[in-house]
């Protein structure tokens, strides 16, 4: 049974760290492409950023770009998102999600629609908290 459980999320203050870590059990995570969404409060879920099998190939949005960075360690079956500089904007439940294929579109990488059937197994979820 594929399960994934998010950790790392908590209360930092804006221009803070934190690293979030997506443990994959069940299933070899090197097999699955692995993404990172967010829901805040009324709105809906968005992608934050995905990586590929292999970890060669890697997608962020526009607002996280040069502040998150996403990696895998596929030996512990673990994603993990290092977010820097944090901002209050920042604030939502965290998830990952695994979709056992690559999404390319030629030499880009991209993280189709957390709305999509893409995804095959999602966890639960972990809270970040942007505030001083």
């Known amino acids: 049974q594929l399960q994934l459980v998010e950790s790392g999320g908590g209360l930092v203050q804006p221009g803070g760290s934190l690293r979030l870590s997506c443990a994959a059990s069940?299933?070899?995570?090197?097999?699955?492409?692995i993404g990172w969404f967010r829901q805040a409060p009324g709105k809906e879920r968005e992608g934050v950023s995905c990586?590929?099998?292999?970890?060669?190939?890697?997608n962020y949005a526009d607002s996280v770009k040069g502040r998150f960075t996403i990696s895998r360690d596929n030996a512990k079956n673990t994603v993990y998102l290092q977010m820097n500089s944090l901002k209050p904007e920042d604030t939502a439940v965290y998830y990952c999600?695994?979709?056992?294929?690559?999404?390319?579109?030629?030499?880009?990488?991209?993280?189709?629609?957390?709305?999509?059937?893409?995804?095959?197994?999602w966890g639960q979820g972990t809270q970040v908290t942007v505030s001083s």
């Open positions: 999600a695994a979709a056992a294929q690559e999404f390319w579109v030629g030499p880009s990488f991209f993280c189709p629609s957390p709305a999509s059937n893409s995804y095959e197994s």
């Open positions: 069940g299933f070899t995570s090197d097999h699955y492409s």
């Open positions: 990586i590929s099998p292999s970890g060669d190939g890697t």
